[in-house]
């Protein structure tokens, strides 16, 4: 892998989908290539992320502006002291879910308007976007048997199927209305099938020559 610069690199989709796995394995390849690499996550990702993540995940229930906010809160931390950072660094900067989330989740799942979620982006983000989206696209049953095969569910995943279905749903939107910046992916095969597409979509998106 020869490239010039670092490209901030997102991977989206419900629970299960095998985002951190993808994750894990493309931030290896781009290391063993030579390129620096931030592998991290949302929410979390710096240190005040990673306490308003424990907030998020465990019991409880908030507003749903106030949910929306606190997602934004922790990607602020996470934008600031991470991910700019490494990014004018020339790194590139591999991350397990960002805003999508918050407008399929909070959005497509709990209802928190379209045009809130634009404002609490150009408020926390000042502009800054994935260059490529991979969203992992699975039928929600099938991510819920992953996410509950690999720990005990959260808060989050406690939610129904219905609200994942929304959620599902909520991606497929964000890939239609962007598609220049979003790929769906069939995360259904198995993980080594869903690594040779990532590998093939950057190679066609972004020139990489992994
Ligand atoms: N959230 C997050 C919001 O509501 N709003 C927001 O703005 C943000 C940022 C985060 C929760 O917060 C919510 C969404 C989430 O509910 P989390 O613990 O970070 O919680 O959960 P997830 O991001 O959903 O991560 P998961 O671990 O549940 O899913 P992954 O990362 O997609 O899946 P992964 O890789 O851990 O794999 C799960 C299991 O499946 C296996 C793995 O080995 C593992 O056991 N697996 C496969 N099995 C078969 N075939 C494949 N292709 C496989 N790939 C992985």
Do not use: N
Request: charged share 25%.
């Amino acid at each position: 892998m020869l490239m010039a610069r670092g490209y901030f690199i997102t991977l989206e989709g419900g629970e299960g989908a095998g985002k951190s796995t993808q994750a894990r394995r493309l931030a290896a390849a781009l290391a063993a290539a030579g390129m620096p690499v931030l592998r991290t996550r949302e929410p979390g990702g710096a240190p005040g992320a990673e306490r308003i993540r424990d907030l998020l995940l465990s019991p409880g229930s908030w507003d749903s502006l106030t949910e929306a906010m606190l997602h934004f809160a922790a990607r602020r931390e996470h934008v600031v002291r991470s991910i700019r950072p490494m990014l004018e660094a020339g790194a590139w900067v591999i991350c397990d879910r960002f805003a999508d989330s918050t407008l399929a989740y909070q959005g497509a799942g709990q209802g928190l308007a379209y045009e809130t979620w634009a404002r609490l982006c150009d408020l926390t983000l000042e502009g800054l976007q994935p260059d490529l989206t991979l969203i992992l696209d699975l039928p929600v049953e099938a991510g819920l048997a992953r996410a509950a095969g690999r720990s005990a569910a959260d808060r989050y995943e406690k939610l129904g199927a219905d609200f994942h279905a929304r959620i599902r749903a909520g991606f497929h939107d964000i890939a239609r209305r962007e598609p220049a910046r979003c790929v769906v992916l069939d995360a259904a095969r198995d993980a080594e099938a869903v690594y040779a597409a990532i590998v093939e979509t950057l190679r066609q998106r972004l020139g990489a020559k992994l």
